[in-house]
């Protein structure tokens, strides 16, 4: 007898690439819940891509990242030094900063420090790691009145505002700053999404109200994240750079 011979037709998954990309974080007025928010996706964002991620803490006079990752504060004098002598490498850079579990921890601009970083410094040190490690996250803080917040602006390609569910006033500050920073800075609307903490049955709005006055605002992502026992539950934020 002849024995026929069938050909099965293997089909094999090529991984898919994803170009990495930048996420800011910033409020109003919400500094800490920022920090802790960025953070927590900064680890969340590792998890996902599975290789080194870069968390930049761009928060002026107060910086909290340092405490929330608990590493030790960045050499900012020699960075800054280095900078404007042209001679920054990015094994220079590694070795001021620090690293909590294959995150690369840019500890934030004290008091200290604050006159003698420039815009121009935090563009350069946000470039330096996008052609180093890729993935980037960066906490831009709070108000806009700062060069961390507009490096931020301006280096992400998603910028996550973060709104307190317990405060309307909170909410229309938000929107209003983005109104001003999209008529001034050049900044498009759609790199925003608003991220709504803090919701319960006592807070002052839910996100549906939040969505709906973001709507006539010409801002159409709102995504609320939920609180866990130790921070915060980001996989709706990961989905949207990420995926």
Do not use: C
Not at 2 to 10: C, P, T
Not at 29 to 46: G, H, I, M, R, V
């Amino acid at each position: 007898p002849v024995e026929k011979v069938i050909e099965v037709e293997k089909i094999v998954e090529k991984p898919v690439f994803i170009t990495p990309r930048i996420a800011g974080f910033w409020s109003v007025e919400n500094s800490l819940d920022t920090a802790l928010l960025s953070f927590e996706f900064a680890k969340a964002l590792k998890q996902k891509v599975n290789s080194t991620v870069a968390y930049l803490d761009f928060e002026e006079l107060t910086p909290k990242a340092y405490a929330v990752a608990k590493v030790r504060r960045s050499h900012i004098e020699s960075i800054i030094r280095n900078l404007n002598n042209f001679e920054l490498t990015f094994k220079t850079f590694e070795n001021l900063v620090a690293y909590s579990n294959d995150i690369l921890v840019f500890s934030g601009i004290t008091i200290k420090n604050f006159f003698m970083v420039k815009q121009e410094h935090l563009n350069s040190i946000v470039q330096l790691v996008k052609d180093n490690i890729g993935w980037t996250v960066i906490n831009g803080g709070t108000s806009i009145h700062t060069t961390g917040v507009a490096s931020m602006m301006y280096s992400s390609d998603k910028i996550f505002a973060v709104v307190d569910a317990r405060s309307k006033l909170n909410l229309f500050n938000t929107l209003d700053s983005i109104n001003f920073i999209t008529a001034n800075w050049g900044i498009e609307k759609d790199k925003f999404v608003l991220v709504v903490i803090n919701e319960s049955l006592t807070s002052e709005m839910d996100t549906e109200f939040v969505k709906e006055i973001a709507k006539e605002n010409e801002i159409y992502s709102v995504i609320p994240v939920k609180q866990k026992k130790k921070g915060y539950i980001v996989q709706p934020l990961i989905e949207v750079i990420a995926e």
